[in-house]
């Protein structure tokens, strides 16, 4: 990677983090009076649902960035949702770094099931309980994804700036 390709995903990546934090600012606005109110509630319930689809485009910019053909690859099913989570854990010899910790993954896990739940459950009644879970998982993944992704652009700008063998 050249440096001028990595200032463009570090500002894409800045960009979604942007994103991520207003959805987030969202997402505390709706929690205060969900337990009394169906419709703060179903609001949280879509706050929570839009986070981690803007985790997963997160995910998609570095997929796209280092492994190209990862987009192409993907559906929509919920399966292939939970491979690219898993995959943007992974550090890849002589590709990339993890973007995010075990300690993330399992947050955003939390979150993407919770996703799917609230995307097929036409005729379920939302319940606080049911959106306490991925809520309170979007608050452990608030102190840990920042770092991460710091930790994630460091490594990969220290890798341009090492010397090629060559």
């Known amino acids: 990677m050249?440096?001028?390709?990595?200032?463009?995903?570090?500002a894409e990546i800045e960009a979604q983090v942007k994103e991520i934090e207003r959805i987030y600012n969202e997402v505390?606005?709706?929690?205060?009076?969900?337990?009394?109110?169906?419709?703060?509630?179903e609001s949280l319930g879509y706050q929570l649902h839009n986070l981690y689809c803007a985790f997963e485009y997160?995910?998609?910019?570095v997929a796209c960035c280092f492994e190209n053909r990862i987009?192409?690859?993907?559906?929509?099913d919920s399966t292939q949702c939970k491979v690219l989570l898993r995959r943007?854990?992974?550090?890849?010899?002589g590709l990339?770094?993890?973007?995010?910790?075990n300690e993330a993954y399992r947050e955003l896990d939390e979150l993407r099931a919770f996703r799917y739940?609230?995307?097929?459950?036409?005729?379920?009644?939302?319940?606080?309980?049911?959106?306490?879970?991925?809520l309170d998982s979007a608050r452990r993944l608030k102190g840990l994804y920042q770092k991460d992704i710091a930790?994630?652009?460091d490594t990969v700008e220290k890798e341009i700036d090492r010397p090629s063998c060559d």
């Open 2 to 10: 050249e440096m001028i390709e990595f200032n463009l995903l570090k």
């Open 28 to 41: 505390e606005d709706r929690e205060r009076g969900a337990q009394a109110s169906k419709a703060k509630l």
């Open 58 to 61: 997160l995910f998609k910019i």
């Open 71 to 76: 987009l192409g690859m993907l559906s929509k």
């Open 88 to 93: 943007i854990t992974l550090s890849v010899e």
């Open 96 to 101: 990339r770094p993890p973007l995010i910790s």
């Open 117 to 134: 739940f609230f995307r097929h459950a036409y005729s379920y009644e939302l319940r606080y309980e049911k959106v306490k879970i991925p």
């Open 151 to 153: 930790q994630f652009l």
